[in-house]
């Protein structure tokens, strides 16, 4: 008797429509693939303005560049590296049946992620002050060029856009880290934790790509 | 009948299962109640919502037109002004294209037929579905509210500068309304993907997929890595309309003509998630009401991977005038012909299935027939229209509008209506009045060649399309158009009319009307809530129709998902003793 | 399950380490002085390698079924026709039309 109801907890996850647990798994794991897909031709339209206008006007980029902190740029990429980090770990103790794992390793993943929030506020309030606002606002004068603008508007997009993911990110791993102290998930069922950590890597990812294009333009 | 499979370790119990005639209970009566239908997780359920929406939508966008054509009965005012008109086109086009023939065989049909087909339960997410369904909504109420607020006059196109300065409308609430619904379409295309990949029943090989589920597979592939482009366009039409950000905008520095280049890669290949899913139930009703295989099955299976991907290489051809490199000029002028090839291939093929095929003219078949005709006149003028030398005089004129009309109504929506027709019986267990079905069909044809072949002709003689008033010369053609257009109502009624008529005192369908060999129809109509009682197994291709119907109804003893409990063996056991006694 | 893999902590480790010292190097070329274009190149080519091994170990990519990785390949293969055919309008703009 218990025997049947310990195999029915281990695969109450599975839906009606799969025929087993891996075949679910799977599933879930392409279809995140699939979405991570739309992300990149997503960020892509923003990636492809960069690029023309960059083409256009080479000079302007590398002066409005150097409003941009090459330091604290370079923290934030380290930050989200180590969340990335933290996250694998966290897959790897749902793999190990450690739930405490999980959820350590959740929290120092949503901990790096405000970090990383608040050094883009205090980024963006600093430029805020100096008037560096998007589009129609902008104010600085401390940029000989006429297209100073289009830089500045097309950096909020791309780190605000960015910025949004790792908020929506953040609530993600929060709604898991409540799952996991409840122990939803043992090495049988931890699809949530997996394709949310797909989704932390490819925020990672463009901002592996987004630093060196705004930031170390020399 | 028990058939081994030689190659896995365990042994298969497979029996013939014939389908129930006139289920007492199936998908449509198994949960009663609004809240049942509103908070359902199963494919047919979610398809049939959606079916009732964009029928609305259709209609809706239908009387824009009608009004469209009233106003165009003379070149004067008749009971519009100008900038009224600019809204009443732009919502037309915008209505069609987003709300109707983006989800219309895809969401619709699809979702319906799709999981039926590849004999599995359910697609892939079911919840993502119902989500699906839901955003397209959320999307269609911000639409409908931008309509009531201000509407919209840019075109469907959006074109800057107009949208993102000197507009008044409300392009804001339509753009945010149109990128919530884009991912309506990106998540049923990865809810198919998926399913496609990894839910088919045993045996059904790549090389076995009905071709409608190849089409649905383009779709959903062109529908995923194409609609996040429109997304972000409209994210920064948003963003320049709300703080000018300057990026479309010649007046801060920027460039129009890249938003018709992040625009029209999303748009372009929209016509194609158009048209694909319809070219696919084409292949189906051909062979089913030929009573032969398709011809050429790799043939029409790899074209439409082949459309997916060309359609993504040749958007510029809608900026021929725009201000575009010469160089990008010439280059996608060029791609623009390959892409015909595929499509091109499709209509020899399926010419092939019905020669020496046992035709029988039902209504589907009808619409086929229908598309073949109006889809090659659209077809053609398109790659007369990637013509650079022609596209400079014909651009922007009424050439253009009648091309598109011609593969998207003429070509798209018969390939709607036929699918519908065909899957009328597997959907709602009824029949419809072939008599008046025909008849609408017919009165639609002739509708609807009266509404459009006149603007092949103003187009090529100068009429601007998107003009509220022209030149005495062309009023003739407007006008005979105009009546093209109330005829083309009429026929629309009376098929609305057969079709309530057939849900409401219907003749009961069989579980297969039509003799196809598909899997769908080896199911009863409707479908039974959970599709297959037991996983069907596949033997043969989908469009075997010199096998007989008893080999396309295999299905595994539900218990223990195939393998059996003893007491099916000892039934087979038992089977098999009886047959070697006889 | 079957077909799960499980990376050891220490492998992770090593991975987050390599995607690190890779990001010095990425500030350290910034401030070599290389003439444009090569700099662009050497900038993103750094930052391919950092986010293959992202994909390839944190997301498992290369222990997954083959499919994902092409699922990959072919966003970023469409993301490259994206901006390539633009950049053929958009980088020709001046140019005359070309005699043959």
Redesign the interface.
Known sequence: MSQTSAIDQLTAHVQHHFVDSDQQFESAKMGMWVFLVTEILFFGGLFAAYIVYRAWYPDLYIMASEQLDTFWGGVNTVVLIGSSLTVAMAIRSAQLNQQKGIVINLLITIALAFVFMVIKYFEYSHKFELGIFPGAYYTFEGIDHPQANIFFSIYYMMTGLHGVHVIVGIGLMVWLLVKARKGVFHSNYYTPVEITGLYWHLVDIIWIFLFPLLYLID | MATEETARIKKLQVQRYKPEENPKVHFLNAEKGIWSWLTTIDHKRIGIMYLASIAVFFFIGGMLAILLRTELLTPAQNFVDANTYNQIFTLHGAIMIFFFLIPSVPAALGNLIL?LQLG???????R?NLASYYIYVIGALFTLTAIFTGGLDTGWTFYTPYSSTTSGSNVLLMTLGIFILGFSS?LT???F??TI???RAPGLTWSKLPLFQWSLYATSIIQ??????L???L??LT??RA?????FDPN????P??YQ??FW?YSHPAVYIMIVPGFGVISEIISTFSKKTIFGYWAIALSSLAIAFIG??V??HHMFTA??????NM?FSFLTFLVGIPTGIKIFNWLATMYKGSIDMKTPMLYAMVFLFLFTIGGFTGIMLGALSVDIHVHDTYYVVAHFHYVMMGGMVMAFLGGLHYWWPKMFGKMYSEYWAKISCAIIFIGFNMTFLPQFVMGSQGMPRRYYNYIDQFQPFHQFSTIGSYVLGIGFFIMFGYLLHSLLRGKKATANPWGSRALEWQVSSPAPQ?NFEHTPVIINGPYDYHKPMSEFQLGIAGSH?GHGSDADISQTNKEQAADKAK | MSGHHISSAKFLWGVGISLLILTIITVGVAFIEIPSPWNIVVAIAIALVKASIVAAFFMNLYWDSRFNLLLLVVGILFFILLIGITLMDTLYRTDPLPSF
């Open positions: 999981p599995c339960k359910d697609v892939a997410f079911p993502l990106i295309g990865l809810n993907i998926v990949h990894k839910l995923v890595l194409a609609t996040p482009v997304a972000i366009t994210l920064l963003m320049e703080l000018s950000i300057g990026i801060l520095g920027g460039d003509v890249l280049h992040f890669f993504f290489l958007w510029g201000g575009q490199s010469s160089l990008a280059v959970h998902n």
